[in-house]
T-cell receptor
Framework: NAGVTQTPKFRILKIGQSMTLQCTQD?????MYWYRQDPGMGLKLIYY???????DKGEVPNGYNVSRSTTEDFPLRLELAAPSQTSVYFC?????????????????FGSGTQLSVL | DQQVKQNSPSLSVQEGRISILNCDYT??????FLWYKKYPAEGPTFLIS?????DKNEDGRFTVFLNKSAKHLSLHIVPSQPGDSAVYFC???????????????FGSGTQLTVLP
């Protein structure tokens, strides 16, 4: 079972470069999310999507863009990389069943992308 | 403003003993709480959850306790095993008015080390 797959696992960017972090899930989840984790901090939500064609900002969206053209894929785009974007990025997905049910509440995470901007 | 706080960055416990990980929250709108476990170079994995209508939920060696009046929850692991060594994140959910998804707010994590 693949679950949530993220690529690449590691990347070093120069300031001002752009890149796309890829995320795909094979569980037919409608909800998908992008989080970043800085050292000693909790995961912070960047963007999320409740279905194909629908995206919304999370807590820390500045400097990022997303798109959701299919249920499976939710890429995260960095247009002008800055040192402040050095972080570990996690993609996640969840069911979209009855809100409040236990099966809907838990997120399934990918293994992460370690990004360094120098 | 950290709405979910894990004040202990690390905890060491002897194998076979109880591990107690604590979490405090400030947002009274949180109504669902989860614990995630994270090993190095892996994504977080779901461990156990509790709804605000309950005060305890148990799953094998793992029990989560919720004290709503104190805005405090704790994760108990009994007995602790070396394989439990990982970072444990507390997370909470509330309804958001600007979107239809219920967003998770994470604590900063506690590194648990179970010593053989």
């Amino acid at each position: 079972n693949a679950g949530v797959t993220q690529t690449p696992k590691f990347r070093i960017l120069k300031i001002g470069q752009s890149m796309t972090l890829q995320c795909t899930q094979d569980m037919n989840h409608n909800y998908m999310y992008w989080y970043r984790q800085d050292p000693g901090m909790g995961l912070k939500l960047i963007y999320y999507s409740v279905g194909a064609g629908i995206t919304d900002k999370g807590e820390v969206p500045n400097g990022y863009n997303v798109s959701r053209s299919t249920t499976e894929d939710f890429p995260l785009r960095l247009e002008l990389a800055a040192p402040s974007q050095t972080s570990v990025y996690f993609c996640a997905s969840s069911y979209s069943g009855t809100l409040g049910s236990s099966t809907n509440e838990k997120l399934f995470f990918g293994s992460g992308t370690q990004l360094s901007v120098l | 403003d950290q709405q979910v706080k894990q004040n202990s960055p690390s905890l060491s416990v002897q194998e076979g003993r109880i591990s107690i990980l604590n979490c405090d929250y400030t947002n009274s709108m949180f109504d669902y709480f989860l614990w995630y476990k994270k090993y190095p170079a892996e994504g977080p994995t779901f461990l156990i959850s509790i709804s605000s209508i309950k005060d305890k939920n148990e799953d094998g060696r793992f029990t989560v306790f919720l004290n709503k009046s104190a805005k405090h929850l704790s994760l108990h692991i009994v007995p602790s095993q070396p394989g439990d060594s990982a970072v444990y994140f507390c997370a909470a959910k509330a309804w958001v008015t600007s979107g239809s998804a219920r967003q998770l707010t994470f604590g900063s994590g506690t590194q648990l080390t179970v010593l053989p």
